[in-house]
C-alpha cells in the first residue's frame, strides 16, 4: 500500500486563545483564517502549543469542532490526541475522527516512561481501532522518551500511520529512519530551527510554532526546500534564525503569545501551570522580532 502525505509545506501548530470563560473561538477563527491567506497547507489544533493538557476532554472536543467549522476544508486539520494513557489517547482519537479530522498527531507517552515495545503497542493500539492517518510526535525533551529508528520501521508498516513529527533535533536520527523507511514514514520537522537541514534529507515540511506569527515565511521556506532550491532557502531561514530561536526563550506557548500579543493578535490567555513571559525575556523576543522586521 503506497501512503499518502496528510501534507506538504507548512503546518501551524496554532495556540488556543482562552479567555476568562473558556476558548475565545471568534479570535480562533480569525487566527485560522489569517493561516489560510498566508498559504499555511495544514493546521495543528489542541497540540502542545495550544495547550491541550489544561483542557477537559469536553472543551477539546468543542475546539476541534469548531476549528473545523472555521477552516472549511481549506487546509489539512491535524488534532493532537496524545496522553500518557492509552486508552485516553484512543478516545481523543475517536472523538477527532467523528468530528471530521484529516489526521491525527499523537506523541510518546510522558511520565511513564515506557519502553519501546511499550511505543509500538501504544501507537499500535489505536492505529488498529480508529481508521485515521496518524503522525508520530517525538519530543522527548518534553516526555522523557524518544523513538528509535528501528522502532519507526516497525511502526513504518502500519497503514494507518502516516509519518512523523521529528523534533529530537537528531538530524542523524532522520537519516537513518528515511534510510529504514522510505515513503512507509513521511517525516516532518518539528522544530522550526531544524527545518532546511530535515528537508533537505527527505522531510516533507514542518509542523511550526513560528508560523503562528509569520505563516507567509515559513510556507515560503518550505516550498523552496520542496523545490530543491536550498540555497534561497538557507538564505531565507538564515534571516529567521534569532527570532525561531527567540521563540523558546521560555517554554513555548509562552513567548509565541507574548509575540503575537506584541504584534496586535490577541492570542488570549495562558493557563497555569504556564505564566507570563518573564520582562527580560520579552525584551529579548521585541528586539529579535524588530530586526527581522516585524512591526511591533
Do not use: H
Given at each position: 500500500m503506497v501512503k499518502t502525505p496528510i501534507f506538504k509545506g507548512s503546518c501551524t501548530a496554532i495556540v488556543t486563545p482562552f479567555n476568562e470563560h473558556g476558548v475565545d473561538f471568534d479570535r480562533l477563527k480569525k487566527n485560522i483564517d489569517y493561516q489560510y491567506e498566508n498559504g499555511t497547507a495544514a493546521i495543528v489544533v489542541c497540540g502542545t502549543t495550544g495547550e491541550a493538557a489544561t483542557q477537559s476532554l469536553c472543551e477539546q472536543y468543542e475546539t476541534i469542532r469548531q476549528a473545523i467549522k472555521f477552516n472549511q476544508g481549506r487546509m489539512k486539520l491535524i488534532v493532537g490526541v496524545g496522553s500518557n494513557n492509552t486508552e485516553t489517547a484512543l478516545k481523543n482519537a475517536e472523538n477527532a475522527k467523528s468530528a471530521g479530522a484529516d489526521g491525527i498527531l499523537m506523541v510518546t507517552p510522558y511520565y511513564n516512561k515506557s519502553t519501546q515495545k511499550g511505543l509500538v503497542e501504544h501507537f499500535t493500539y489505536v492505529a488498529d481501532r480508529v481508521d485515521i492517518p496518524m503522525i508520530l510526535y517525538n519530543v522527548p525533551s518534553r516526555t522523557g522518551i524518544g523513538i528509535t529508528a528501528d522502532t519507526y520501521r516497525i511502526l513504518s508498516q502500519h497503514p494507518n500511520i502516516n509519518g512523523v513529527k521529528e523534533a529530537s533535533?537528531?538530524?542523524?536520527?532522520?537519516?537513518?529512519?528515511?534510510?529504514?523507511?522510505?515513503?512507509?514514514?513521511?517525516?516532518?520537522?518539528?522544530?522550526?530551527?531544524?527545518?532546511?537541514?530535515?528537508?533537505?534529507?527527505?522531510?516533507?515540511?514542518?509542523?511550526?510554532?513560528?508560523?503562528?506569527?509569520?505563516?507567509?515565511?515559513?510556507?515560503?521556506?518550505?516550498?523552496?526546500?520542496?523545490?530543491?532550491?536550498?540555497?534561497?532557502?538557507?538564505?531565507?531561514?538564515?534571516?529567521?534564525?534569532?527570532?525561531?530561536?527567540?521563540?523558546?526563550?521560555?517554554?513555548?506557548?509562552?513567548?509565541?503569545?507574548?509575540?503575537?500579543?506584541?504584534?496586535?493578535?490577541?492570542?488570549?490567555?495562558?493557563?497555569?501551570?504556564?505564566?507570563?513571559?518573564?520582562?527580560?525575556?520579552?525584551?529579548?523576543?521585541?528586539?529579535?522580532?524588530?530586526?527581522?522586521?516585524?512591526?511591533?
Open positions: 533535533g537528531d538530524i542523524a536520527l532522520v537519516g537513518t529512519t528515511r534510510s529504514l523507511c522510505g515513503d512507509d514514514l513521511y517525516i516532518w520537522s518539528g522544530n522550526d530551527d531544524n527545518t532546511v537541514a530535515m528537508m533537505a534529507l527527505g522531510a516533507l515540511g514542518v509542523i511550526s510554532v513560528a508560523s503562528n506569527i509569520i505563516p507567509g515565511v515559513i510556507s515560503k521556506l518550505c516550498a523552496l526546500c520542496l523545490e530543491g532550491d536550498f540555497v534561497q532557502a538557507t538564505a531565507l531561514y538564515t534571516r529567521y534564525a534569532q527570532l525561531f530561536s527567540a521563540l523558546f526563550i521560555e517554554t513555548n506557548p509562552i513567548p509565541v503569545k507574548a509575540a503575537m500579543r506584541e504584534l496586535n493578535m490577541d492570542s488570549g490567555l495562558l493557563r497555569l501551570p504556564l505564566t507570563e513571559i518573564g520582562r527580560e525575556s520579552l525584551a529579548k523576543l521585541i528586539s529579535t522580532m524588530r530586526e527581522v522586521g516585524l512591526n511591533v
